[in-house]
């Protein structure tokens, strides 16, 4: 739209001009402030353009927060929901678990109260000394002692039960009265990410239909979207090739020291020689034992941020959740952060490579045998090249970007190849 109205001005102020030079004849003066004034309004028309682009791309930014923020809700829901069900079941079991205990404890008391009045027979009261003395005989009292003793016992012990039976129910109760509470409040959760989240999804819509107004402009900011994307896979590319070289060539200098030869490696036709046989060797088993490690803690490696955090934009080729017709294309993942979090690697290597890149600040790779991480938009850095690091060690603080969001593009590599992090951290 705005690239057709760039066009339209051109060519109005050019038929200006010619309309004015058929009236009176060109010179030099005229001539030059024609071509002045075209100037000027073509280099307005470039400001207006790159000012949409600009409002463009912050719109793009804000939708892709407000779909991870929709993301995570919906996750929390489906958790919450979850937690309510179990809280259902518990509440349920706790209920005929009461019942059963109520039962009982009934049941009991009705047995005893039954077995006291058999004792007493005919309602006659008799004390337990009178029980005793009464007796004909001395054996026959102490038979009656020893009936005495066990109705005493038999008696503690059923006033015991039916404590016990009390005490349980009561807390029982009060279990279940906890268990009502959590399920309130578990609700109350529910219900607010529910209202959270409609209100987050009209907020995508608005957002959606604006950028529907603006195709010219969203085509262009994904073109250039795609555009870094391929420079800085084009940089990490080159990064990492230029480290290998340098890895064969001191692993070719090791060779050569233990050798008694030269540690300067030979040259023909002006290019260095590739590295021996040997050199090969050498870095492959170096890299068999770290990779052996990394490949061992698949899923379990740190995420590479500390703290609460929302997927912006997850790995690959994706069709736009809102947009028709509309992919982004991510060699990574993009973590939507607090203001101040710091990125942290993901596990024990070496600082391979820094650098900057446009639309991505400052860029700090880490080589973890074969295996690569890659942590972008730093606004400062904590770490310098060579350094060996460990896991959870500071990489440095996470920026902002273009939108003023706080939001850290990270990758994963097997040397070239490019990996889904989400299937390697946890």
């Known amino acids: 739209m705005f690239m057709m109205r760039k066009f339209m001005i051109i060519a109005s102020v050019a038929a200006m001009a010619l309309g004015a030079s058929a009236a009176k004849p060109r010179d030099i003066k005229n001539i030059r402030k024609e071509k002045q ?3 000027r309004v073509i ?5 207006k353009l790159k000012a949409k ?6 719109t793009l930014g804000e939708l892709s927060k407000i779909n991870g923020e929709i993301a995570r809700k919906s996750t929390e829901i489906s958790a919450v929901t979850v937690q309510v069900d179990s809280l259902d079941r518990s509440i349920k079991s706790a209920a005929d678990t009461l019942d059963r205990l109520s039962q009982r404890r009934d049941h ?8 006291l009045r058999d004792m007493q027979g005919s309602g006659e009261s008799l004390s337990f000394v009178g029980f005793v003395f009464s007796s004909s005989s001395f054996r026959e009292a102490m038979a009656r002692m020893r009936y005495v ?8 012990r059923r006033q015991q039960e039916l404590r016990d039976l009390s005490d349980e129910i009561t807390r029982r109760k009060a279990d279940l009265s906890t268990t009502y509470t959590q399920r309130e409040r578990s609700l109350a959760q529910l219900n607010q990410s529910r209202r959270s989240l409609e209100v987050r999804r009209t907020d995508a819509d608005k957002l959606v239909a ?15 979207n795609e555009r ?5 896979d084009n940089e990490l590319d080159r990064l990492i090739a230029e480290e290998q070289r340098r890895r ?7 060779e050569a020291a233990k050798g008694g030869k030269s540690s300067t490696p030979s040259k023909s036709k002006g290019k260095s020689a590739s590295a021996s046989p040997a050199a090969k060797v050498l870095i492959a088993e170096a890299d068999r034992k770290m990779n052996g490690s990394f490949e061992s803690n698949r899923g379990r490696l740190l995420f590479p941020v500390k703290g609460s955090y929302t997927i912006v934009k997850g790995f690959g080729r994706n069709k736009h959740p809102q947009l028709e017709h509309v992919e982004t294309v991510n060699n990574g993942i993009d973590i939507g952060v607090s203001p101040g979090t710091s990125a942290r690697c993901i596990f024990d290597g070496v600082v391979s490579a820094i650098f900057r890149q446009e639309g991505f600040g400052n860029i700090v790779m880490v080589r973890h045998g074969s295996y690569l991480s890659v942590y972008a938009n730093l606004s400062s850095i904590s770490v310098r090249q060579g350094q060996k690091l460990a896991a959870n060690d500071p990489i440095g603080s996470i920026g902002t970007d273009e939108n003023g969001r706080n939001v850290m593009h990270f990758e994963l590599r097997r040397e070239r190849s490019k990996l889904n992090p989400l299937e390697w951290v946890k």
């Open 37 to 39: 004034a075209t100037e």
């Open 43 to 47: 280099s307005e028309t470039n400001k």
């Open 53 to 58: 682009n600009l409002e463009t791309r912050k």
């Open 108 to 115: 009991l008391k009705q047995s005893y109260i039954k077995a």
């Open 149 to 156: 003793g066990e109705y005493g016992r038999w008696h503690n």
């Open 210 to 224: 604006k950028l529907k107004k603006e195709q010219s402009s969203l085509r262009s900011v994904l073109k250039e």
């Open 228 to 232: 870094r994307m391929r420079r800085l």
């Open 248 to 254: 064969e060539r001191e692993a070719a200098e090791k």
